[in-house]
T-cell receptor, first 111, second 113 residues
Framework: EDQVTQSPEALRLQEGESSSLNCSYTVSGLRGLFWYRQDPGKGPEFLFTLYSAGEEKEKERLKATLTKKESFLHITAPKPEDSATYLCAVQPSSGNTPLVFGKGTRLSVIA | DAGVIQSPRHEVTEMGQEVTLRCKPISGHNSLFWYRQTMMRGLELLIYFNNNVPIDDSGMPEDRFSAKMPNASFSTLKIQPSEPRDSAVYFC???????????FGDGTRLSIL
């Protein structure tokens, strides 16, 4: 069964304190890995897609990396506006399920 | 650009009533997805459509749930009869095709009393 596990469940950082969020996955074959950001009362907002091990994508203070078993979302010098829940999802290369989501990491950045 | 539009944003109704959730995907997107989000189970895919045709409905909890996509610009998710355990946030998402990033609406928060 395809599975996605995110850790930690919640993370509290001081403004400027860099850290990383983890997404571990087990799939029979990986077509792509997606990162989303979700603010309270809103739908998930697409951030990145990664397709192969070694690939990296960057956007402002966020950088996503991918290995064969996990992905990391690195947050450099975070600001309070980076506070949100970050969701990871994998797209298996077989079967009918387009995306399997993890339960997310709730990030709070304190000024 | 208009994103995915869902209505209503909030719905409170009594057990046993019929509930209809609505979704307008992004114009030009050929794939549409319905999800349910709860604290316990996270985001779960209920059903998805390609070119208005249902492809996988294995996530639909039971026969009380049904979804339709009569045309490329509209879809509904219906629950009849509703039960308290159906209370959740329901999201609709669309994408160019099933392999492209999905874009989500802001959801319908459903409460069944």
């Amino acid at each position: 069964e395809d599975q996605v596990t995110q850790s930690p469940e919640a993370l509290r950082l001081q403004e400027g304190e860099s850290s990383s969020l983890n997404c571990s996955y087990t799939v029979s074959g990986l077509r792509g890995l997606f990162w989303y950001r979700q603010d309270p009362g809103k739908g998930p907002e697409f951030l990145f897609t990664l397709y192969s091990a070694g690939e990296e994508k960057e956007k402002e203070r966020l950088k996503a990396t991918l290995t064969k078993k996990e992905s990391f979302l690195h947050i450099t010098a975070p600001k309070p506006e980076d506070s949100a829940t970050y969701l990871c999802a994998v797209q298996p290369s077989s079967g009918n399920t387009p995306l399997v989501f993890g339960k997310g990491t709730r990030l709070s950045v304190i000024a | 650009d208009a994103g995915v539009i869902q209505s209503p944003r909030h719905e409170v109704t009594e057990m046993g009533q019929e509930v209809t959730l609505r979704c307008k995907p992004i114009s030009g997107h050929n794939s549409l997805f319905w999800y349910r989000q709860t604290m316990m189970r996270g985001l779960e895919l209920l059903i998805y459509f390609n070119n208005n045709v249902p492809i996988d409905d294995s996530g639909m909890p039971e026969d009380r749930f049904s979804a339709k996509m009569p045309n490329a610009s509209f879809s509904t998710l219906k629950i009849q009869p509703s039960e308290p355990r159906d209370s959740a946030v329901y999201f609709c998402a669309s994408s160019l095709n099933e392999n492209q990033p999905q874009h989500f609406g802001d959801g319908t928060r459903l409460s069944i009393l």
